[in-house]
């Protein structure tokens, strides 16, 4: 096991530095950085301490099972959100991917459908167009992709995905999630 980067995957799921849990612990940022990359050992009421912030038990740290991520995800597994009538189709493509860092999903926009509109955050976004032709206003500015062609941008203006065009268009999208 290593322990290290157990502690390593704990401290940035809780969006800390190495400063940060080294203010929260009494320890200094160097010795964080040492810990996690099992250059030192740390005693136990350190140990207990260092868990306490991260929110995990001694039993869940060292519980294999718990910490394993899933990695694959079944065509079967997929949940289709058949908005059609309003204009779209959403396929989520992890189940409960909300829950994650990353948000993928495919969206088949119909032709002058618009998605929704999304308010400035501090999210990124990634989108590939499959087939078709979509635009994206961010802002006050729109750009066009077509078939092969992406857009990739920070969300800090409000934007919203839209197909201006003759035919279907279908979209992945990759979003992270917004910590504000």
Not at 169 to 179: G, N, P, Q
């Amino acid at each position: 096991m290593d322990i290290g980067k157990k502690i390593k995957d704990l401290r940035r799921q809780k969006n800390l530095t190495q400063e940060e849990l080294g203010e929260r612990t009494d320890l200094s940022k160097g010795y964080i950085s040492q810990l996690e990359r099992n250059l030192c050992s740390p005693s136990m009421e350190t140990f207990f301490n260092i868990l306490e912030v991260l929110g995990s038990e001694p039993g869940d740290f060292f519980n294999e099972t718990l910490y394993q991520q899933k990695i694959y995800y079944p065509k079967s597994e997929q949940t289709l959100y058949d908005e059609y009538d309003d204009g779209y189709i959403i396929n989520w493509l992890v189940p409960d991917s909300n829950e994650y860092d990353m948000e993928p999903v495919i969206i088949t926009l119909k032709s002058g459908a618009e998605y929704k509109k999304f308010e400035p955050s501090l999210s990124e976004s990634f989108m590939y167009v499959l087939k078709g032709c979509a635009s994206i206003r961010i802002g006050r500015k729109e750009y066009k992709a077509r078939t092969g062609e992406s857009f990739y941008f920070k969300a800090n203006e409000s934007h919203q995905l839209f197909n201006a065009e003759q035919q279907e268009a279908e979209v992945l999208i990759v979003a992270t999630e917004s910590y504000l």
